[in-house]
């Protein structure tokens, strides 16, 4: 089964509003983790990423928070404009063996910005 | 500005065909994957490579092969095309010391 999923697999919100996308992961062992962004018919683009060190970081209009208690992880996008109309998914590391550089993507959910 | 493209964005097979799919990127990165993604299952990763002439099974790579004969290359070869095949193929890299994976733009492949 998979480890990375996602609350919410459909988001829509209003223009200029904030979003929040949820994953969870089970995973005590990952210590990172991604933001993808994937737009129709392209390849998903990085937007964010956090070590298991940090609990927050900060990018441009978006901000992931960490809650390893919970093995939580959220994506929050502030002002949401019609451009961040996307499928986004979070990833994590699985780090161990020959693997090291490996990821593993949840599902995605999808991000609908409403004019 | 870092780049990662494939061979072909769109491509129509029938079965048994062999079906090459190529994967560049000029990043001079290690790391290289191949992904298949379908709706509902999200990215799965089929075989990936850390470099040049080694290759590993990702969780699904039945029905394919792969070939890394150069550091900038990276191909995905369905040796007998199947139905259950047709999918969207997207080709990934990275670093050797990094977990960030640059993706190309993806092919779409329907296999008849």
């Known amino acids: 089964g998979e480890s990375v999923g996602l609350h919410l697999p459909t988001l829509s919100v209003q223009e200029g509003d904030n979003s929040i996308i949820n994953c969870a992961y089970s995973?005590?062992?990952?210590?990172?983790f991604i933001w993808y962004k994937q737009e129709s018919g392209k390849g998903p683009q990085f937007i964010i990423d956090?070590?298991?060190?940090?609990d927050k970081r900060q990018g441009q209009r978006v901000t992931v928070l960490l809650n390893k208690t919970v093995k939580h992880l959220s994506l929050q996008i502030a002002a949401t404009q019609p451009g961040d109309s996307a499928v986004y998914f979070c990833?994590?590391?699985?780090?161990?063996?020959?693997?090291?550089?490996?990821?593993?993507f949840g599902k995605g959910t999808k991000l609908s910005v409403k004019p | 500005d870092v780049k990662v493209t494939q061979s072909s964005r769109y491509l129509v097979k029938r079965t048994g065909e062999k079906v090459f799919l190529e994967c560049v990127q000029d990043m001079d990165h290690e790391n290289m994957f191949w992904y298949r993604q379908d709706p509902g299952l999200g990215l799965r990763l089929i075989y990936f490579s850390y470099d040049v002439k080694m290759k590993e099974k990702g969780d699904i790579p039945e029905g394919y092969s792969v070939s890394r004969e150069k550091k900038e290359r990276f191909s995905l070869i369905l040796e007998s095309a199947s139905t259950n095949q047709t999918s969207m193929y997207l080709c990934?890299?990275?670093?050797?010391?990094?977990?960030?994976?640059?993706f190309g733009p993806g092919t779409r492949l329907t296999v008849t």
């Open positions: 956090i070590r298991s060190n940090m």
């Open positions: 990934a890299s990275s670093k050797a010391d990094s977990y960030e994976q640059y």
């Open positions: 995973n005590s062992a990952s210590d990172y």
């Open positions: 990833a994590e590391n699985i780090g161990y063996g020959g693997s090291q550089g490996n990821l593993i």
